[in-house]
């Protein structure tokens, strides 16, 4: 009985110690991201990066990946999000704005693309390539929120997950540079 209530505190103890590296890494990580870039924001940074399964006993590369599946997982979402508002409004929809959600489901559909390459360039450590890919990703967002803004009057219905989208990108590329810079 003695040995298991020992085994069982020294467990908890271990996992609560993981939890805490963990969420120290998250925080430094997007403490220096938000330093570095202007377009990573600390508190999305943790928050996003807190809330994905296994960020509490990832490590730098592992933060990485998780925030590659954040961006995907978002761009994804989105992606739905703008086949439904063209499907569950194609009589109600200005043609201008149905015009611009067509380019911006487009843009998503390339941008999956985008960070599924990008996944398979970080996991093969070709840092250079999977920059580019997620360098790409954001000018999707931008694309996209640009063709709202070309017409006065007319707010774009994707702004918040066009900055998330865009966030989630800068933050995967600061953690990138972050990687690469600990491996020299």
């Not at 298991?4 to 609560?16: A, G, I, P, Q, Y």
């Not at 933060?63 to 997982?73: D, V």
């Not at 998330?164 to 020299?184: D, H």
């Amino acid at each position: 009985m003695g040995f298991s209530s020992f085994s069982m505190t020294l467990l908890l103890f271990s996992l609560f110690f993981l939890s805490i590296n963990g969420q120290d890494l998250i925080y430094n990580t997007c403490k220096t991201s938000s330093q570095q870039d202007p377009n990573v924001d600390l508190q999305f940074c943790i928050t996003s990066l807190q809330a994905a399964p296994a960020s509490h006993c990832a490590d730098l590369k592992g933060l990485g990946m998780i925030s590659i599946r954040l961006t995907r997982y978002n761009i994804t979402d989105t992606r739905c999000y703008i086949k439904r508002l063209l499907n569950n409004a194609t009589k109600i929809l200005d043609p201008y704005v149905k015009s611009c959600l067509d380019d911006c489901f487009e843009v998503y559909s390339d941008a999956i693309l985008d960070i599924k390459q990008a996944m398979k360039s970080y996991i093969s450590k070709r840092f250079f390539d999977a920059n580019i890919q997620i360098s790409s990703v954001m000018d999707a967002t931008t694309t996209c929120e640009d063709g709202f803004k070309e017409r006065k009057g007319v707010v774009s219905p994707l702004t918040k997950r066009n900055d998330a989208t865009f966030q989630l990108s800068a933050i995967t590329l600061s953690i990138m540079n972050i990687l690469q810079s600990s491996l020299k």
